[in-house]
Each structure stands twice: as C-alpha cells, then as structure tokens.
C-alpha cells in the first residue's frame, strides 16, 4: 500500500466518506447497538458530509491513498456554556478500512484533528466509543484521552 496522506475532505470525497461511515455502522454501532440505524449512512450521509465540509466550524478529514478514500474523521467544537466554560472539540466519528489498520492512519487522521481543535482555541478534546468496543478504548488512550465519564442507559419494559 501506498503512503496515505491525511487532509480536509473535498466535495469529490463524499462517496468514499460515506462508504466509510457505512463500514464504522456496519462494525461498530450496528454491532453493539440495537437501536442504531445502520442505514443512516447511506440515507443522510451524503448530505451530512456535504454539510460538515461547507462548515467552518466543522472538520471533515479524508485518509487518501491511490486516490481513493480509505478513512475519514469528523469533529466540531462546542463553545464555552456556564456550566462548563470551556471549548471542546469533539471528534465525532472515524473509521479507517480494514486493509489500512495496523499503518498509523487512525493515528494521524487523530494528530490532525489535535492540530485543527488547537487553531480552534479548544481547551479539551473528548470521543465517545462503545463500552464494549476494547480496541477503540485502547487506540484512543494511546492517543491521548483519558475515561472522563459514563453513560448508562436501560430499555423501558
């Protein structure tokens, strides 16, 4: 495989970035969470993408190797509230494809949005990831994040 280079999504980017939304729902959410929509990306996600790469403050980055998309990332910045006056930039979603693992593109496509959260004035950085998904938790403690909080939920009977 060639060298992947890491950088803000294009317009032309739109169906790889979906096809890489469609594989995270397909292995991650789909997998773990019963209530997920598994087609939203096929059904919104062009749309999201077109609307994330248009937004100043939204970041859409593309993985791009041979000229094809093989991860992406998203992330925005919430601005200081008085409950917790401070900006935090969320990396809202990621997913590099299999055959791209294991090469440090996760770990740059984490290292742009660190650079992009600090031209943004953040203070804090924060990612979600299933409580299950073991190899998530371990890709993003070695990159920096720290457990801060925990979500519970339960079904109604």
């Known amino acids: 495989m060639s060298e992947t280079t890491i950088r803000e999504a294009v317009p032309g980017d739109v169906p790889g970035l979906v096809e890489c939304s469609v594989g995270l729902f397909a292995e991650d959410g789909g997998t773990r969470d019963a209530t ?3 087609d939203w990306p096929r059904e919104f996600g062009a749309e999201s993408m077109r ?5 100043p403050e939204r970041l859409v980055l593309a993985a791009v190797c041979d000229g094809r998309v093989v991860g992406h990332l998203t992330g925005r910045v919430a601005e200081p509230v008085a409950i917790r006056p401070v900006r935090v930039a969320t990396l809202a979603s990621m997913y590099v494809r299999p055959e791209a693992r294991d090469g440090g593109v996760g770990s740059l496509l984490v290292a742009a949005f660190k650079e992009w959260a600090r031209g943004k004035a953040a203070d804090r950085l924060a990612v979600t990831a299933y409580a299950s998904n073991a190899s998530a938790i371990r890709f993003y403690r070695r990159n920096g994040f720290e457990p ?7 079904g109604l009977d």
Do not use: K, Q, Y
Not at 51 to 55: A, L, N, R
């Open 148 to 154: 801060f909080h925990l979500v519970l939920e339960a």
């Open 51 to 55: 609307s994330g790469i248009d937004d």
């Open 36 to 38: 997920m929509n598994v």
